[in-house]
């Protein structure tokens, strides 16, 4: 695993995942069983998803009733703990879906159940029974009880995953709240829309975020990587050829590039993570109005880049346009003052691109270093 880590540096609910793939949860259908047939080639899984109070019980019922498949437990704490314990020793990441009304029942299963799996809420379920039922899509548009619910888990101290579909509601206003309640991850249906809603919502909060929806060709993975994505989920094409091209294809570009989900430059639409590839504020380009919307002034960004890469090899190459390598652009862009510097330097374009993966995370940390006050639920 720990080959897994230096290769992708990924982590959630602080374990090591090993290919950022993921399975996403499909009710009756992603069990234990399910995961384990493919566990070779993906690092997390989201069981269920499962119903956990009186009111998505009922509507599961009503699913069933009309041709859906459901999971069913007589006592489902005890049913949710005995799937995730199948799953130990499997390297997997371990989550589990869940369809809830009300904040105690979310927290009530967390304190029983511990820390044994992500929490994950399910606010996509678009099923009628389930939305009457106050859970899945309703909470889109009751964004305070969905905030609610991601405070009574994180009151348990556990990871807290939140699922929700694409064009229902303001998702960069929503990430906010959400990123303000506490939760850790965002888990994204994108429906018919395009790799602009992750962009918006990497540009809106620091939460790791999970794309979803047809990620079943390599080329639709590697544009929600180069747009914020730190993970890709499937669930209907999640056969194992599927899974077992695509993680393969993964990791040859990463071991080739070093950076799995470099972001595309900024001048090319990518998100704030780009900043990492800007040079000096000199010029009307798309830079200028970047540093506008996130309220950064040139001359904070300028410091903020010198003092990110004073003591390591970024510092150096006095021959490139701006006098150091901070300022340099992706290695997919062609440069012969960049290339020359760091062959002199004796750096390779590999690790040029995990230097610069520093370099991002030391400028996003700085945009996000706190919640605005001004974000509501």
Known sequence: ??????????????????????????????????????????????????????????????????????????DPIEGIRSEVEKLKGSDVVTGINLRGKKPESFAGLADTLGDIAVYEVDAHCRQQPMIKAG???????????????????????????VKIRAGLTDERALARALWKAGADILHIDLMDHGYQKIRQIRNSCPLQIIANNSMHSYDRVMEQF???????????????????????????????????????????????????FCCMPVKECPLIPALKGIGLEKAHYVD???????????????????????????????????????????????????????LSEKIMEEIFSEVPANVTC
């Not at 720990?2 to 290919?19: D, G, H, S």
């Open 1 to 74: 695993m720990m080959e897994a880590y230096k290769r992708f540096e990924l982590l959630m609910n602080q374990q090591i995942v090993r290919t950022p793939i993921a399975l996403a949860s499909m009710a009756g259908i992603v069990d234990a069983a399910y995961v384990l047939e493919r566990a070779g080639h993906i690092g997390a899984a989201f069981l269920g998803g499962f119903s956990i109070d009186e009111e998505t019980i009922l509507a599961s019922h009503d699913l069933a009733e009309a041709g859906r498949k459901e999971f069913f437990f007589s």
């Open 135 to 161: 859970a899945g899509e309703h909470l889109l548009s009751h964004h305070h009880d969905l905030c609610d619910i991601v405070r009574g888990l994180k009151s348990m101290d556990v990871c807290v995953s």
């Open 226 to 276: 180069s747009h914020g994505a730190d993970m890709v989920s499937l669930a209907r094409r999640a056969d194992l050829h599927t899974l077992k091209g695509l993680d393969a294809a993964i990791q040859r570009y990463t071991d080739e590039v070093g950076w799995y989900n470099a972001p595309k430059q900024l001048c090319r639409g990518g998100d704030l993570r780009a900043l990492t």
């Open 304 to 358: 903020l880049k010198k003092s990110a890469t004073a003591n390591t090899p970024l510092s150096g190459g006095s021959h490139t346009c701006f006098g150091s390598l901070a300022w340099c652009c992706k290695t997919s862009s062609p440069c012969m003052f960049r290339d020359m510097t760091l062959q002199n330097l004796g750096i390779s374009k590999f690790e040029y691109m995990q230097l610069k993966r520093r």
